[in-house]
């Protein structure tokens, strides 16, 4: 079996002598190095075997480096990627243009390029760990719904709801993507509720509701440490605030709520409508948009409803000839 590798890297560089230096002295620190001439090589090789950090070349024969940096940056397959751009020229703004992790001068040196690679590959990494804690708050969120009458489902139903929603709500599709992790965590918090008062099947105590109330605030703690995890944390927390001012944890109201937790709540609330619970058969998509419709300026963000209806209904099976 192969000894494992310091990382992958891939050395992006019309210049076949920058290309084989840079190929040697990375080997020689341990890394497994790929090369490519042109940007359409190394979209290829992304694509074919994302590496662990990427050496791009600036004044590429077929698209400016700055540029391709961007377009990995804005793509939430490889927004993570830790892009090291290489020039010898003076560019005003580069960095924040392109949105590198590094912009490194040509002629550099040894030491220089092997420091920047150990500590870009080092953080790349330990996002993958931050993965697996994800993958398994998002399977403990899953858990949690079945201990609190839900269905296992209802996350990835309010996750699809909620990526429709934002969708139609011109957010870009990283804003989606957060939003669509957030759904699938918004109750993780319930994990530090009683099952005696998550499985209780009449009215809940002043008391026990204040102990599920705090679900929100727990799993925005929980969610924090994750990638975007101020983001998902912040749609988390404010998922149970109401338009009106009257939710919780922290009782905001209108645009004072971020649009994902005003999205979420909307979504949450028209699959919990719509799902059978111990207490009650499920209601039909018609009746619960009505419930909607009834809650909207008070409950939920009206325009949100109204998108809801107008974009969204069209896709489901309507239930009733009578819906709205």
Do not use: N
Request: net charge negative; charged share 25%; with cysteine.
């Amino acid at each position: 079996m192969s000894e494992p590798t310091a990382g992958t890297i891939l050395v992006v560089d019309d210049e076949p002598g920058i290309r084989h230096y840079l190929q040697r002295l990375l080997a020689s620190e341990g890394y497994e190095v790929a090369t490519a001439a042109d940007g359409a090589e190394a979209v290829a090789r992304v694509a074919q075997r994302p590496p662990d950090l990427i050496l791009l070349d600036v004044m590429l024969p077929d698209i400016e480096g700055g540029t391709l940096c961007r377009r990995l940056k804005e793509d939430p397959v490889t927004e993570a990627l830790p892009v090291m751009l290489m020039t010898a020229l003076e560019i005003d703004g580069l960095r924040q243009r392109s949105k590198a992790d590094v912009v490194l001068r040509k002629p550099f040196r040894r030491d220089e390029v092997t420091a920047w690679t150990r500590s870009l590959v080092a953080a790349y990494r330990a996002r993958g760990d931050l993965q697996a804690v994800e993958e398994m708050l998002i399977a403990v969120a899953a858990m949690v719904e079945t201990r609190s009458l839900h269905v296992e489902e209802h996350p990835r139903r309010v996750c699809s709801l909620g990526g429709q929603l934002a969708t139609a709500a011109g957010l870009g599709r990283r804003d989606v993507e957060i939003i669509r992790k957030a759904a699938l965590l918004h109750d993780v918090g319930l994990i530090g509720v009683p099952e005696a008062i998550l499985q209780k099947p009449g009215p809940l105590s002043p008391d026990e509701l204040e102990q599920v109330k705090r679900h929100s605030v727990l799993g925005a703690r929980l969610c924090r440490p994750l990638r975007h995890g101020d983001e998902i944390s912040a749609i988390v927390r404010a998922h149970h605030e109401r338009w009106d001012g009257a939710g919780y944890p922290d009782r905001r109201a209108g645009e004072q709520i971020p649009i994902g937790a005003r999205i979420l709540a909307l979504a949450d609330a028209f699959d919990s409508c719509t799902s059978a619970r111990a207490y009650r058969a499920a209601f039909t998509a018609a009746d619960a948009l009505e419930i909607l419709w009834f809650g909207a300026g008070s409950q939920w963000d009206p325009g949100l409803v109204e998108l809801f209806d107008s974009v969204l209904w069209s896709g489901l099976d309507r239930q009733r000839s009578g819906a709205r």
